[in-house]
């Protein structure tokens, strides 16, 4: 099989494509020729040395698939050879051969592209979990989503336009405004050149927000707590914050990391607050969850509800520019990789 490599913390440079022996799934597992496979932020982090979570390198990282089946480990009922799935990787998506556990797999629909198909399961399962099951998004409230333009910004977008009149509020560089208000975001912010914080505030009357997604971290999260509303929720779900550029800056992540806000119970009982923490990596012992979750998405995509956004298809041979083409925030959605 060909996969995607980190050889080392570093650069896109350090990415390299290389050949070994074929997988056999084992018991419970099911084995997929991969046609379409997600990046995410979070594997831009692991190339740079970054993400705990990731295997030490070298590593193949990635974290979600489309394929089709082409072997079947024992016990595994209800997915045949030849059936196009979808399916969650921890880690080794990055390749295109994969053994997936039985339980993260699921059959596509017939008309969902690979490409869509690779696009939807991390960013659209974390955007679901945040507003669905941790949040309980309600008609009206008004949501403050941070990387809006990025793959999860977008599929919270969608999401939030199931609901009746939820407000959104987005940040992103201003060339993805337009795009922004396509997906349905009331007020984009160019966090470049605004303070979006104070932009918050005068767009809600000094109010504030119901909801803050944030994945951004440090400092932000402090910022976010003063931008709730009382009853409202910050969600913490990834810490941008420490990347920038290609390579790790020791001095920004001290920074970042003492900006982390401390917080109470107290504090949290007397403001009326709740801060909640999401790490899709973390659930994977909950399949039922994810899998209850996936389910409810492919429904929501057949309604026509939810899009995925692909902003570019790479070949492995090209997942440098891939990887550049998120570090230097030029993407719009989610940027796949195809075998
Ligand atoms: N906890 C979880 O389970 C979970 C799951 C998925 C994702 N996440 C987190 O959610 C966030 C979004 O992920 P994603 O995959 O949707 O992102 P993505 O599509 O790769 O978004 C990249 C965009 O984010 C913006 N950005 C803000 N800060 C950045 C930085 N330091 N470096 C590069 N770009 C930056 C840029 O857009 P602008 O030009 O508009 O700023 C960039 O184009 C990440 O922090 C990720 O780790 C968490």
Same mark, same amino acid.
């Given at each position: 099989m060909?996969a995607?490599?980190? @050889?080392?913390?570093?650069?896109?440079e350090?990415?390299?494509?290389?050949?070994?022996p074929d997988p056999?799934?084992?018991?419970?597992? #099911?084995?997929?020729?991969?046609?379409?496979?997600? &990046?995410?932020?979070?594997?831009?982090?692991?190339r740079?040395g970054?993400y705990p979570?990731a295997p030490k390198?070298? !590593?193949?990282? +990635?974290?979600? %698939?489309?394929?089709?089946? *082409?072997?079947?480990?024992?016990?595994v009922?209800?997915?045949e #050879?030849g059936?196009r799935?979808?399916?969650?990787?921890?880690?080794?998506g990055h390749? *295109?051969?994969v !053994?997936a556990?039985?339980?993260?797999v699921?059959?596509?629909?017939?008309?969902?592209s690979f490409t869509?198909?690779?696009a939807?399961p991390?960013?659209?399962? @974390?955007?679901?979990?945040?507003l669905?099951?941790?949040?309980?998004?309600?008609?009206?409230?008004?949501v403050l989503?941070?990387?809006a333009?990025?793959? %999860?910004?977008?599929?919270v977008?969608?999401?939030?336009?199931?609901?009746p009149?939820v407000?959104t509020?987005?940040?992103a560089?201003?060339?993805?405004?337009?795009? &922004?208000?396509?997906?349905? !975001?009331?007020?984009?912010?160019d966090?470049?050149?605004? *303070?979006?914080g104070?932009?918050v505030?005068?767009?809600t009357?000094?109010?504030?927000?119901?909801?803050?997604?944030?994945?951004?971290?440090?400092?932000?999260?402090?910022?976010?707590?003063?931008?709730?509303?009382?009853?409202?929720?910050?969600?913490a779900y990834g810490?941008?914050?420490?990347?920038?550029g290609?390579?790790?800056? #020791?001095?920004? &992540?001290v920074a970042?990391?003492t +900006?982390?806000?401390?917080?109470?119970?107290v504090?949290?009982?007397d403001?009326?607050?709740?801060?909640? +923490?999401?790490n899709?990596g973390h659930?994977w012992?909950?399949?039922?969850?994810?899998?209850?979750e996936?389910?409810?998405?492919l429904?929501?995509?057949?309604?026509?509800?939810?899009?995925?956004r692909v902003?570019? =298809?790479?070949?492995?041979?090209?997942?440098a520019?891939?990887?550049?083409?998120?570090?230097e925030r030029?993407?719009?959605?989610?940027? =796949?990789?195809v075998?």
């Open positions: 060909r995607i490599w980190i @050889t080392k913390a570093g650069g896109p350090v990415l390299a494509v290389r050949e070994s056999e799934p084992g018991r419970g597992e #099911v084995r997929i020729a991969v046609r379409a496979a997600g &990046l995410n932020f979070a594997e831009v982090m692991a740079q970054l979570d390198p070298p !590593c193949v990282v +990635g974290y979600e %698939v489309a394929g089709v089946v *082409d072997a079947l480990g024992a016990e009922t209800g997915l #050879v059936q799935v979808l399916a969650l990787v921890r880690f080794g390749a *295109d051969t !053994c556990s039985a339980e993260r699921l059959p596509m629909p017939d008309d969902l869509e198909g690779a939807l991390v960013n659209y399962l @974390t955007a679901y979990h945040m669905f099951r941790v949040a309980n998004l309600r008609p009206a409230d008004r989503v941070h990387m333009a990025g793959g %999860v910004g977008i599929a977008l969608q999401l939030c336009r199931t609901v009149e407000v509020f987005g940040t560089s201003a060339a993805k405004h337009a795009v &922004l208000r396509e997906e349905g !975001c009331t007020h984009p912010i966090y470049r050149t605004e *303070d979006y104070a932009r505030r005068e767009l009357g000094g109010e504030g927000v119901d909801l803050v997604l944030d994945p951004l971290g440090g400092r932000d999260w402090k910022r976010g707590l003063g931008l709730l509303r009382p009853v409202g929720q910050l969600i810490f941008a914050n420490l990347s920038t290609e390579r790790r800056s #020791v001095r920004r &992540l970042q990391i +900006g982390v806000p401390l917080l109470t119970p504090a949290m009982m403001r009326n607050r709740t801060v909640s +923490g999401v899709l659930l012992g909950r399949s039922d969850l994810l899998r209850e996936l389910a409810a998405l429904d929501l995509w057949r309604a026509g509800a939810i899009r995925p902003d570019g =298809v790479y070949p492995f041979e090209e997942a520019a891939a990887h550049r083409r998120i570090g030029r993407n719009i959605g989610k940027v =796949v990789l075998p």
